[in-house]
């Protein structure tokens, strides 16, 4: 009896454990390795607290934690390797928890997704990702605590008076082009 309690336990534990990749083990896996730079940025290191917001920009920007980057360069990595990457990266995105928000672009310049995982108006993580076969891809995880969708897309008209070049996103920007 103890032995196959034991079998049954054991085989639950093990398909327990045999997850689908995530965003978050592939950033873990790829921070470090050649042909990527990796960014990970709180939201004070942005300074928002020096941008005049409204109130719902306020409350977006506080729901906000940070923000995860990781890029490909195709200028220091190879086709092969983006490609197999990119087909990475698409493959995560496809499971079921990640929701399409919105898609835009063409094969010729480059495409871009953005996805979320939670409810409309309890998102835990925001993603982007754009890619272009000239340049290489990246993808911008926004991690933060309850967002809600309406608000963060209030910030797009403050987006750029964030302090971007103390925090390393322009750096991050020059790895892609």
Known sequence: MFFKLSTI??????????QEPTLQ????????????????????????????????QKEAVDSIDKLN???????????????????????????????????????ADGKLYIKYIGEDSEIDELIVFGFSSANGFAIIR???DDMELSKIMKLESVIDQFDTENANVEDFMKFLL
């Open 142 to 144: 926004v991690l933060g």
């Open 25 to 56: 083990t592939y950033f873990v896996a790829h921070q470090e390795a050649s042909g990527f730079m990796s960014v990970d940025i709180p939201m004070s290191f942005l300074n928002p607290d020096e941008i005049e917001l409204t109130d719902v």
């Open 69 to 107: 980057m990781l890029a490909y360069s195709l200028k220091d990595g190879s086709e092969t390797e983006f490609n197999s990457e990119l087909d990475n990266i698409k493959t995560i995105l496809k499971a079921e928890k990640y929701n399409d928000l919105m898609r835009g672009g063409n094969p």
């Open 9 to 18: 336990f054991g085989l639950l534990l093990i398909l327990g454990c045999s």
